[in-house]
């Protein structure tokens, strides 16, 4: 162990991206946290390679002082769980001195969403914007496929070109843990996925004329990925939001996600369909939806009831 961390970070990263296929981003956010971790243990002057139970424990106080949520701290305290398994299950150490201990439960917060009518004004401004037609086909397109299919946004935003091809009712979707899923297309989000492909295709035709490479992005971009970025998709969006006379705070591209799922709820969807549409592996995750939809309809009654407006 040397320079403020441990060697095993590392190694430990390396299988969690082999053995799981976890993305950039949570192998990213893995080491910001073990960092965090083993650089408090070194500060601290002990070696996170032979950290016992105490010494994690403290470190779960030091967070609590701090004033970090219960979320933030079960999230750390899980990385950590998971790097001295990974260190045991290797023989690198005889014990693990974070199986016991026990984590803050964090308070299930209820996701964000949107009524139906808010996101036909969303539509409505992505059809009616300002400026180049092809701006336009390519928002219009990235708002009914991701209120279609209820997509993460990296997923969206990484859709190679090829699973669009033949004007397809289901697409073929690479979610996280490089598992599979087909969702399927409705016809406003084909119409505009067609719409989008002959502008886009126009436009990779011209490029490569010009000598430039072809991408097999269904939406390329200048960024060093190739295609639109998070992001860029993300600040899209909240310009959106201002020009459809919505809050742009209460915007973001996984509140349409949860508006596709509590609307096919809503409206008598099974619970397991939407898990396997989301691509959620447990459907205990899936059941959020089940309150927020218990919430909307304690709402709808005290709202509209006589006795509860009178009472």
Request: charged fraction near 25%; charge should be positive; include cysteine.
């Amino acid at each position: 162990m040397s320079g403020g961390t441990s060697r095993w970070i590392a190694p430990f990263l390396e299988a969690l991206g082999a053995e799981r296929g976890a993305a950039a981003n949570t192998l990213a956010a893995y080491r910001r946290d073990l960092e965090h971790f083993t650089g408090w243990l070194c500060a601290a002057g002990a070696d996170p390679e032979r950290a016992e139970r105490p010494e994690i424990e403290g470190y779960l106080a030091m967070l609590e002082g701090a004033g970090l949520s219960p979320a933030t701290r079960a999230r750390r305290l899980s990385a950590i769980r998971q790097f001295y398994r990974f260190a045991l299950s290797e023989g690198w150490r005889a014990d693990d001195p974070a199986a016991r201990i026990g984590g803050p439960r964090p308070a299930r917060k209820l996701p964000g969403t949107l009524s139906v009518a808010e996101v036909e004004l969303l539509l409505d401004a992505a059809l009616t914007r300002p400026g180049a037609k092809a701006g336009r086909a390519r928002l219009l397109c990235l708002m009914e496929l991701l209120y279609a299919t209820g997509l993460r946004v990296s997923e969206l935003v990484s859709l190679p070109a090829a699973s669009a091809r033949g004007n397809p009712r289901m697409l073929l979707v690479i979610g996280k843990g490089r598992r599979e899923r087909m969702v399927p297309l409705s016809d406003p989000a084909r119409e505009a996925l067609a719409a989008w492909l002959v502008i886009r295709d126009a436009a990779e035709a011209e490029r490569r004329r010009a000598g430039g490479r072809p991408s097999p992005w269904l939406f390329p971009s200048r960024s060093k990925l190739g295609h639109l970025t998070r992001i860029g998709f993300y600040l899209a969006l909240k310009t959106l939001a201002v020009s459809a006379g919505l809050d742009p705070t209460r915007i973001s591209p996984h509140t349409l996600r949860h508006a596709f799922a509590t609307h096919l709820l809503a409206n008598g969807a099974d619970l397991r369909v939407i898990q396997q549409l989301l691509g959620h592996v447990d459907v205990s995750t899936t059941e959020i939806y089940t309150h927020v939809l218990d919430e909307r309809l304690k709402a709808l009654v005290l709202e509209n009831h006589p006795l509860a407006r009178g009472g």
